[in-house]
């Protein structure tokens, strides 16, 4: 039944999943290397997602996965790796409430990577609602 929820559900509860995470990290970032930090949140996140992937029996479909499917997962993985590592060192030193909505201007170079890398329309209403989300992320930021 979940499977067949709206990909709009899906996106409130990573919304809703990603705010617990800026502000339960923000508390469990404190005294703590932001990199040990990261290893730490990561190592749960592998154990947690594996013990679903097992459990709903979907790691059986790891033979038929392309090798150009398994190069952009890794890739895509690395930059994850990555952007963890930066947003809980900017947690470590800012508020919350300010490096989140920052971290969230990926939502602006999405609008713009999908367009030039993904063929995606970047119709006027999208560039309306990236220039909105970019102007209350740096509001947020300075507030």
């Given amino acids: 039944m979940l499977g067949n ?8 509860l990573s919304a809703v999943f990603a705010a617990g995470t800026a502000v339960l990290a923000k508390v469990g970032v404190e005294g703590v290397d932001s990199n040990l930090a ?9 154990v947690f997602t ?8 979907k790691h059986q479909g790891l033979g038929s996965i392309g090798r150009k499917s398994w190069i952009f997962l890794v890739l ?18 800012g508020e919350a409430s300010r490096v989140a909505p920052v971290d969230k201007l990926s939502v602006v170079l999405v609008l713009i990577f999908a367009a030039l890398f993904l063929g995606e329309r970047l119709t006027w209403v999208k560039a309306a609602g990236g220039v909105l989300t970019a102007a209350g992320a740096i509001i947020l930021a300075l507030a």
């Fill in 5 to 12: 929820m709206s990909w709009i559900f899906w996106a409130i």
């Fill in 50 to 57: 594996w013990a679903i992937a097992i459990g709903l029996e």
């Fill in 76 to 93: 895509s993985g690395v930059c994850t790796g990555l952007s963890w590592l930066c947003y809980f060192r900017a947690l470590q030193m």
């Fill in 38 to 46: 990261t290893a730490i949140r990561t190592s749960v996140i592998l």
